[in-house]
């Protein structure tokens, strides 16, 4: 009898201690749950799954990168909270992804995180590198890479109310693989950079204007990030362009150039010089009798097409099969007053030599006209003055371009582009367009590099593999709260229920 009194009285008590042991390891697991999410917030840990080919480059970075040999350490010294810190990794892991399979170099990743790594961070301070940018090193030569560098700023041509309808978050176009594409071949190139002297002295723009919107100062600090060093040119006086000019560029000449002049450029073309041409609106500069003998006319006609933005410029997205448009197979360039252009049916050549080889790289589709009034709107086509598209606005021309390259021979290169405004400070910043890498692969063309770049348009800000940070923070909350805590309250539902 005593012995069943005292299971009887054991049980209640044996039932407490089991509660209390169930209630005691909820709270542990809620503990443990709030440790995992506050250790996943001040690390920021991330485990991503690629989604199709977002490690993706163009042709042009494989080919640099396959030119390059040897370690290459880049170190990320960015805050792992910042917006930009994913798609700065997701680049570098591609370029290293990119370079192991072109049997280039081998790139060594490291991530400073200046909140935690103290002492590396210092160090990196040491050196000169500011947060937020990338230090890449190798043989003894280091480059450093900002953020500001990698993203561009968003324009002042748009309108405060634009502004304030777009998300907070959105920084800009990201252009980190160009950018660090051109730091890598800095690395990799000699120490020389190449020259290029940009005319001055016919009221051609200027690569040194700063001003917002009408300025050329971004494309002169691109071309300075890629390894060009650029040089104001006065002709009168020379009767030859200096030796080290590896390319000459004539920018919306506004006023004729002198006889002489004409002279010195000829012999410079003659002699296989590098000429970019971009033409300005209603000016003769005695530069298209140059230029036609070389294969290219310029035309009094301005391209106009129904591909427009506003109505004042034209679209244009057919492309040749050249080296300067081979990546811009999906891209667009934005186009205000630009000249059209046509290949002459026989151009006059020097005796005894090849005959140029003339591609229009950019055209407007079949829609498309070449526009007599530019200023009068709306534009209409006129069949009896005007010609019918497409209507092309870039050319090259090139000679002895099929000469072996073991052979000491420099071939002519041509490139001409109707309209000189396509790649001023406001052009660039307020659209997201191709010009900017359609005028760099010119250049580089032009310079003997013949691999162009893709462009960058923001494609790789926005390939954000999983959840976001905070995503995940409040997945794991969900995961390990509340979906618990909805279980628990179904067991006390279903306990009362039974005991009723």
């Not at 991503?48 to 290459?72: P, Y």
């Not at 940070?469 to 805590?485: N, Q, S, T, Y």
């Amino acid at each position: 009898m005593r012995k069943s009194n005292l299971s009887i009285e054991t049980a209640p008590s044996g039932r407490f201690v089991l509660k209390v042991s169930t209630m005691l390891a909820i709270a542990l697991g809620g503990v443990l749950c709030l440790l995992a999410v506050v250790l996943a917030y001040r690390t920021a840990w991330v485990w991503e799954v690629n989604v199709g080919q977002v490690t993706q480059v163009s042709e042009r970075t494989r080919d640099i990168l396959a030119d390059t040999q040897g370690a290459l350490r880049i170190t990320c010294f960015m805050d792992r909270r910042h917006p930009m810190f994913r798609p700065v990794s997701r680049l570098l892991r591609g370029l290293r992804q990119a370079s192991r399979s072109v049997a280039g170099a081998d790139i060594v990743i490291a991530y400073v995180d200046p909140r935690w790594d103290l002492a590396r961070a210092g160090q990196l301070a040491t050196l000169g590198v500011p947060e937020n940018a990338l230090l890449l090193e190798r043989q003894r030569r280091r480059l450093i890479v900002t953020l500001d560098e990698m993203v561009a700023q968003r324009s002042l041509l748009r309108s405060r109310e634009e502004l304030n309808t777009r998300s907070h978050r959105e920084l800009g176009v990201f252009r980190g693989e160009s950018v660090c594409a051109a730091a890598i071949a800095r690395l990799a190139l000699p120490f020389e950079r190449a020259t290029v002297y940009w005319l001055q002295g016919h009221g051609e723009v200027r690569f040194d204007d700063y001003d917002d919107l009408h300025g050329f100062s971004d494309i002169a600090r691109e071309l300075n990030r890629s390894g060009f060093d650029l040089k104001a040119l006065a002709l009168p006086g020379l009767s030859r362009l200096p030796e080290d000019c590896q390319l000459l560029v004539i920018a919306g000449a506004r006023y004729a150039l002198a006889p002489e002049e004409l002279t010195v450029l000829d012999a410079y073309l003659q002699s296989g010089g590098r000429l970019l041409y971009l033409a300005a609106a209603n000016v003769t500069t005695g530069v298209e009798r140059i230029l036609a003998e070389w294969g290219i006319g310029v035309l009094p006609f301005f391209a106009t097409g129904p591909q427009t933005l506003s109505g004042h410029e034209v679209v244009v997205s057919c492309f040749a099969d050249h080296v300067i448009t081979r990546e811009l197979k999906n891209a667009s360039l934005v186009f205000n007053d630009a000249h059209c252009l046509r290949a002459l049916a026989e151009p006059s050549a020097p005796a005894g030599a090849d005959q140029p080889k003339v591609t229009l790289l950019a055209s407007t589709d079949a829609s498309g006209w070449g526009e007599s009034k530019p200023d009068v709107f709306p534009r209409r086509f006129d069949p009896q003055i005007e010609p019918l598209g497409p209507v092309a606005v870039a050319a090259v021309s090139e000679r002895g371009g099929n000469v072996a390259k073991d052979v000491a021979f420099r071939p002519t290169r041509l490139c001409v582009i109707g309209e000189t405004d396509f790649v001023m400070n406001g052009m660039l910043a307020s659209r997201a367009n191709a010009n900017r890498d359609f005028f760099l692969n010119a250049v580089a063309w032009l310079a003997g590099i013949d691999m162009g770049s893709a462009p960058s348009l923001g494609g790789d800000a926005t390939l954000v593999t999983g959840f976001a940070r905070r995503d995940w923070i409040m997945f794991m909350a969900g995961a390990a709260g509340v979906v618990p805590l909805c279980v628990f309250l179904a067991f006390c539902l279903a306990s009362l229920r039974a005991r009723r």
